[in-house]
Structure formats: C-alpha cells, structure tokens
C-alpha cells in the first residue's frame, strides 16, 4: 500500500504496528551497515536509501540523479525478517562501487 510522506518519519508513522516495529529495526540495521554516504528517504513513495546527487557528479543520460534500479527488497512476513543478514549485505557495498558498477553497466548497454 502506497503511503503519502515526504520523510522516513511521515512514512513509518503511517505504518499498522506490526510493520512500524519491523521497519524501525530495519532503519536502525541500515543506519548502522550501510557504507558512509547512502542517503535514507522516501523515493517513488518508498522508503528507501539512494546515493546522493553530491556524491554522483557525472550525471546520468544528462540528468543529475544516479538511479539504479531492481534493489528492493520485500519481506512478506515481518516476524521472519532476517535483520542480521540484511545488514551484513548492506555493507558490501560503497556507493564507490555503485557508481562504477552502473558505469559499466551503462557502457555495456550504450556499445
């Protein structure tokens, strides 16, 4: 279900309880895991983290944003969440090797 927020604060509040526990301890997993420069907010009305304009300069087909799709992850069932997994592949990555990873991806695509 879609939420109207324009915070990760606007967004959790509107949770039923259940899923407000779930995804807090979630938020506190990825605050912590997440490799320095990840950015938490609400996109395309989710809750979600993104690489910030700063730290991507080149732009992308001529916008600004880095948008790199195909990164969710849904959980079905909020008592079965594994909390200590997900934060341990949140931090296999930096938003260093993110970057090239889509640059490559895009050079691949353009060729």
Known sequence: MPYEANTPEEYIAQLPADRKIAVEKLRIVLKKDLPKGFKGSINYKMLGHYIPDSKYLNGCHGKRKLEIGKNCIQFKKMDEIP?????????????????????????????
């Open 83 to 111: 909390y200590d997994l997900t934060g341990e592949l949140a931090s296999k990555i930096t938003i260093n090797q993110w970057v090239r990873l889509h640059e490559t991806t895009l050079k691949k695509a353009t060729n």
